[in-house]
């Protein structure tokens, strides 16, 4: 037990000694519209596949979304999910994004349960139009390189803050293409309308979008990310759904922390 404990703790702490570091610096600036913020998920898995997940993975447990610059650098975004069993557990997706958080620089996502451990790293050479990419499972690694299609890729957190910047303006869907576990996906990003969402005991009026796979290729990424976010000017998550053909993973906002003010519980 401490050897695997051990093993999770040196893969956990591998990863955050080769990204950006995630807690804001003091001198970082405190802005609307998803910089410099801790958001505090609880999560649940949905679907057909939810009841048999629960024999091998866990079904419920604790999201964490920071996003923060420091003045007039890149955005750093860390989406950290653990399990409600108080194991040691993790999945981890990072994006480090250019300034106005337009397209994805470097992107990072891992994860460990039971025996299995699993990181990948990617860097985006948009000079040369390639995806320098270094991969690590178990004891084994491997770099790839890989053409892109685009001089501006997003990965799923340069996704979310890309929609969260320009909700206002995006009113039909947008073609565009997604990085996601070393592979390339043409997608929309769909406009869905409004909704109310319940947090901190009151109901917010909200705007919802879609990441969903271009037509034709729904097949090659059979799933989403849907998005609900706040209809003012913080445009907060209040709702994040990964899904995939079987079952979606539902994060529901519990705590927003920004410029030193917490609201939830």
Not at 224 to 230: C, F, K, M, N, T
Request: glycine share 10%; hydrophobic share 35%.
């Amino acid at each position: 037990m401490m050897s695997r404990r051990i093993r999770r703790i040196g893969l956990l702490g591998l990863l955050l000694l080769l990204l950006p570091q995630t807690a804001a610096p003091a001198h970082a600036t405190c802005e609307k519209n998803g910089a410099n913020e801790q958001l505090r998920y609880t999560w649940r898995l949905r679907g057909g596949l939810a009841w048999l997940a629960g024999f091998r993975f866990p079904t419920s447990g604790a999201g964490e979304l920071e996003t923060f610059r420091e003045s007039g650098q890149e955005i750093n975004s860390k989406l950290m999910i653990t399990g409600s069993s108080g194991g040691d557990d993790f999945y981890l997706y990072q994006s480090e994004m250019d300034r106005t958080g337009d397209r994805t620089l470097v992107s990072y996502h891992g994860y460990a349960f039971g025996k299995k451990e699993r990181s990948e790293r990617t860097l985006f050479d948009y000079v040369k139009r390639l995806a320098r990419i270094h991969k690590k499972s178990g004891e084994r690694a491997e770099d790839r390189v890989r053409p892109i299609p685009s001089s501006s890729m997003r990965d799923i957190l340069t996704g979310i803050y890309y929609i969260r910047q320009n909700a206002t303006v995006i009113t039909k869907p947008i073609e565009t293409h997604i990085y996601s576990d070393g592979s390339v996906y043409p997608v929309l990003f769909r406009p869905l309308g409004t909704e109310t969402v319940e947090f901190n005991g009151e109901s917010i009026q909200a705007r919802a979008f879609m990441i969903t796979a271009a037509r034709g290729s729904e097949k090659r990424w059979p799933g989403g990310v849907r998005l609900v976010i706040s209809d003012d000017e913080r445009r907060v998550p209040l709702r994040i759904e990964i899904r995939r053909s079987l079952a979606t993973l539902q994060l529901d906002l519990q705590t927003i922390e920004r410029c030193g003010l917490r609201v939830g519980s």
